[in-house]
């Protein structure tokens, strides 16, 4: 795979990609278009992919491949752009996409990947699959491993981020309760020591990403709830709420109270869970 501007891609999409802000588009060859999302996409890093996503729309009929296993949280805003790009491509991608297969993760996140076709009335068939590989495969891809491993490669360089990372925090902060390095190896398909391995030769532990991962949450949930303090600090698995308070000063540099109260207007502005 290879990155390309986009007048080089408009010319010759086949074996390349183009990315943005929390997303890749690629093109594997003329039967498979697709992207890949990750972190908490913004509505104008979403603009910037639904622009790109029109250039298919005169392509030759074709299957898609979505990878979706790394997206932290799915707001209204974003939703909202990809809802009113298939509302207002409808015809065109029932006409050009003939099925998709999405691989997407588990937890809150990709229940609402689910019910976004739902939502959207989807003009086309879509799968779902726990891997990469699989839902390549599905498409009837060759060497579908080579091809996730590919797919990897090119979302690392996009977003900067190791895909052993990537897709442990995926997995992490949907499991924060319950999480330990052993389910989660399990979950990525290697052993314990190959994940500990892997970790150190990013730089990091499971210990220091667990922690990444109960602090990113509780940011999400800050901002986005009136939940209490206490409440949050048992979602995103601390054993109390001093633990939690610590944990987060630490790695944020504030209190929690403080974190939330940052940029909010007087009075009250969120809705309770």
Known sequence: MLAKTEAEFRRAPEGGFLFGEGWLYFCLDADVYGFVLWGAPTAAGIGGLVRVLELELAR????AFVDVRALVSITPPPFAELLAYVAREFDGLKQVVNR??????????????TGFLD??????????????????EALGVLRADEVAAALDDAQRYASGIPAVLRDL????????Q????????????????????????????????????????????????TDSLTSIAIEVG????????????KRVGMTPSTFRNRSRPAGPTLAPR
């Open 169 to 176: 925090a995926s997995y992490v902060e949907g499991h924060l």
């Open 100 to 113: 998709v297969a999405i691989a997407r993760g588990d937890g809150l996140t990709g229940a609402a990947v």
């Open 60 to 63: 030759p009929p074709h299957a």
């Open 119 to 136: 939502i959207a009335s989807s003009p086309f068939p879509a799968t779902y699959f726990a891997t990469p590989a699989a839902a390549l």
């Open 178 to 225: 319950d999480a330990t390095i052993e389910r989660s190896a399990k979950r990525l398909s290697m052993s314990t020591r190959t994940l500990q391995r892997r970790l150190a030769e990013a730089g990091t532990s499971f210990a220091h990403e667990l922690q990444s991962a109960r602090v990113t949450v509780a940011q999400r949930l800050l901002d986005e709830t």
């Open 238 to 249: 601390c054993a109390s709420p001093q633990h939690f308070s610590a944990l987060f000063r």
